[in-house]
């Protein structure tokens, strides 16, 4: 465990520099709470009813505004709007989104502008649209090929739609994201193999492949399904490395394979510890100062939300400094869910800590066969990517005794 006191006593380390920035945008609509979903996300309801589209808009311009003397001067590397679905609001909308983004904040060149979407949101002119608006990169939420088990998750989507949207995607992105899960309801070993084989042959980048794990305060947790055991969700992992493997993917983080190239820039940069804006209804950002590291969280609920932006309150929330024992543990639990690990001089250019802060814990990892570093890079073993929690336990924070 990382002690506060033995880094750096009571000082605040000083980072020399500041790290990239990103901004993550959310969105928190959706056509339905899908039963495994424990995100900030809020289904519409009623028949006809929309998400109040022009009013979110302009509370999300304002809480940039808010957010400016925080980020003043700096880039951003990467955008991404997240959600819920993103893709239920307009083109229209997206357009004066990044509009008023690119008006208060400079992009750097060629910066990954991503957007999330789903299949049942999918129209062909609208993605047209998407892409003339500055969405570069696009993130499809499938989950599945397969009929049965979309059914299951509570997707809104069937698997001609799955398909379908591919194919709209495909006609005007160069760079796609397609989201699978397995270890689902019921699912065997060639039903998640059949999915995995099917994402790899429809031409897009990217393949983000989760483990379906029951979320507290979802549906799935109050009513477990029957989902596959320990050994045969352990058996599936294996495939889905092996599978994407063979169709020239790269397991380049724990759930991302990436044709070469092609890795998210935006989340490359949330898990090396980077910095990220976070603004909408329950977003969470992470922004670096000189001598301090900060964490916010913005009002969650979207009505709340829309009530204090219009009344021009401050939208955040929750807001805390990261102590040197967090900073330490946070981007550990981050930069080792890379395959590649990370060179070591960046723990301290995005910390402020030296890497002698950790030595214990990196000397307990490698005796244990965890992880390999030396003085250019530290890097999870085979064993220490099976075993990523224990890894990361090391490097938990100690809780200070009570007096």
């Known amino acids: 465990m990382i002690s506060s006191a033995s880094?750096?006593?009571?000082?605040?380390?000083?980072?020399?520099?500041?790290?990239?920035?990103?901004?993550?945008?959310?969105?928190?609509?959706?056509?339905?709470?899908c039963p495994y979903c424990d995100f900030n996300s809020h289904a519409i309801r009623g028949e006809g009813s929309q998400a109040p589209e022009e009013e979110y808009v302009a509370a999300l311009v304002r809480d940039l505004e808010f957010a400016l003397q925080d980020v003043w001067g700096r880039r951003l590397s990467s955008v991404f709007f997240g959600g819920g679905?993103?893709?239920?609001?307009?083109?229209?909308?997206?357009?004066?989104?990044?509009?008023?983004?690119?008006?208060?904040?400079?992009?750097?060149?060629?910066?990954?502008?991503?957007?999330?979407?789903?299949?049942?949101?999918?129209?062909?002119?609208?993605?047209?649209?998407?892409?003339?608006?500055?969405?570069?990169?696009?993130s499809?939420?499938?989950?599945?090929?397969?009929?049965q088990h979309l059914k299951a998750l509570g997707r809104v989507h069937d698997d001609q739609e799955a398909h379908r949207a591919v194919d709209i995607a495909l006609k005007n992105f160069d760079n796609i994201n397609l989201d699978l899960m397995y270890a689902l309801p019921r699912q065997t070993l060639e039903e998640a193999q059949a999915d995995i084989e099917m994402a790899c042959s429809l031409g897009v980048t990217h393949i983000s492949a989760y483990h379906l794990t029951l979320e507290p305060n979802t549906l799935f947790h109050r009513f477990p399904p029957n989902l596959p055991d320990d050994e045969q969700a352990a058996a599936m992992q294996d495939m889905v490395e092996q599978t994407t493997a063979s169709h020239q993917f790269r397991n380049y983080e724990t759930s991302a394979f990436a044709r070469t190239g092609k890795e998210s820039r935006h989340n490359m940069n949330y898990w090396l510890f980077g910095d990220y804006l976070g603004i909408g209804a329950g977003a969470h950002s992470k922004i670096s100062f000189a001598d301090k590291i900060v964490r916010q969280m913005r009002t969650k609920q979207p009505k709340e939300y829309l009530v204090k932006a219009n009344a021009v309150e401050s939208l955040?929330?929750?807001?805390?400094?990261?102590?040197?024992?967090d900073r330490g543990f946070e981007f550990m639990m981050n930069a080792l869910r890379l395959t590649g690990g990370f060179e070591t001089a960046v723990f301290q250019e995005r910390t402020g800590l030296p890497i002698t802060a950790v030595q214990k814990q990196l000397d307990e990892a490698e005796q244990r066969g965890l992880l390999v570093h030396d003085h250019h890079r530290i890097k999870p073993t085979v064993l220490g990517r099976r075993f990523l929690n224990d890894l990361l336990q090391l490097f938990l924070p100690e809780t200070p005794n009570p007096e």
Not at 88 to 101: E, G, M, Q
Not at 140 to 147: D, K
Not at 316 to 325: K, R, S, V
């Open 85 to 138: 679905t993103p893709s239920l609001f307009s083109a229209k909308a997206i357009d004066a989104i990044l509009t008023a983004v690119r008006t208060l904040l400079p992009l750097e060149h060629f910066a990954e502008v991503t957007l999330e979407a789903n299949p049942g949101t999918f129209e062909a002119q609208k993605f047209a649209d998407f892409r003339a608006a500055g969405i570069n990169r696009l």
């Open 316 to 325: 955040i929330q929750t807001q805390q400094i990261l102590t040197p024992a």
């Open 7 to 33: 880094i750096l006593g009571s000082q605040s380390p000083k980072l020399n520099s500041l790290p990239p920035l990103s901004l993550y945008i959310h969105i928190p609509w959706c056509l339905k709470k």
């Open 140 to 147: 499809i939420g499938i989950q599945s090929f397969n009929a």
